[in-house]
């Protein structure tokens, strides 16, 4: 969880959405968590019509491939007026203040971006349609290229939203309980353990002694084990980085720890 002292400013965290679809946001983000933090100012969202950049008098914003092949490309000089557009008052560009192409050819979104973005002043997205937007706009303005998956979408529209959702939430305040936030998965390349609620016995099928013990230590150690059985079997990849050591922080055990020491103090 990131603090507002580590922020360094009061300013709400800032996004703003350079799309073809500017009717499309919030969306989903005005529901739950996000939609709350949104009406209560914990961060900001402003999108910015790519149609009003367009050129001659259908405003175009695209034109083909050169070279030939399908469908269209953004233009670069529509693409850069809409970015100055979207930097105007913030140092667009700087570590504080990231320019992201959303691509499927970009770098796999990973929980320790969404960590380092949660800590900017804000970002700038840049959502693709078609075949995407000519290379040299996102080579003069350093764009850096985010992919959310091994899939194609329509549009970045779609991966703007996940993007700015997993964000939104480790803005301080923006989730209830913030211990959440930190035994989860990926947190720690290991996957999380198994959840459960009441009732005790559903359909016959108990919830785990341990969980009923009230020993902390016992319910952690339980948790951690389960956590790595999991990612074991499913994320070989992720195993192999965990245990060689490479966490991002601490391990479980630390953490439950600190949640018992708070506990205590209370
Ligand atoms: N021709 C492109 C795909 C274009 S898809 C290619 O082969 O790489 C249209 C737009 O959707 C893209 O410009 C991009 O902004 C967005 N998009 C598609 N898949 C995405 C993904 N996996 N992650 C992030 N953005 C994606």
């Not at 969202?45 to 001659?56: M, V």
């Not at 175009?60 to 070279?67: A, E, F, M, T, Y």
């Not at 480790?170 to 930190?182: F, T």
């Not at 959840?195 to 150690?221: D, K, M």
């Amino acid at each position: 969880m990131i603090s507002d002292a580590e922020k360094g400013n009061d300013e709400p965290w800032r996004v703003k959405i350079i799309t073809l679809f500017p009717e499309l946001f919030p969306g989903p983000l005005d529901c739950s968590l996000s939609g709350r933090a949104l009406r209560s100012n914990l961060w900001k969202l402003d999108t910015i019509d790519l149609r009003e950049f367009g050129e001659g008098a259908h405003r175009s914003v695209d034109d083909r491939p050169v070279g030939g092949g399908p469908g269209m490309v953004f233009r670069p000089s529509v693409v850069a007026h809409a970015l100055d557009a979207a930097s105007a008052g913030n140092p667009a560009g700087s570590e504080e203040w990231p320019m992201i192409y959303l691509t499927p050819r970009g770098q796999p979104l990973q929980q320790s971006h969404i960590e380092s973005l949660a800590r900017t002043r804000g970002m700038t997205l840049l959502c693709g349609r078609f075949e995407g937007v000519d290379e040299r706009v996102l080579r003069k303005y350093r764009l850096r290229e985010i992919s959310i998956g091994d899939f194609v979408l329509s549009g970045g529209e779609f991966a703007a939203f996940v993007l700015i959702d997993a964000v939104v939430r480790l803005i301080p305040r923006v989730l209830g309980n913030e211990s959440s936030a930190i035994e989860e998965s990926h947190s720690e390349s290991l996957l999380e353990y198994p959840q459960f609620t009441r009732p005790r016995v559903w359909q016959g099928i108990p919830v785990p002694e341990t969980l009923l013990s009230g020993n902390h230590a016992e319910i952690a150690a339980w948790r951690k084990s389960e956590a790595e059985r999991i990612t074991r079997s499913r994320r070989p990849d992720l195993w192999q980085k965990y245990s060689a050591g490479d966490k991002h922080s601490r391990s479980l055990d630390d953490h439950s720890q600190e949640l018992d020491d708070r506990e205590t103090e209370r």
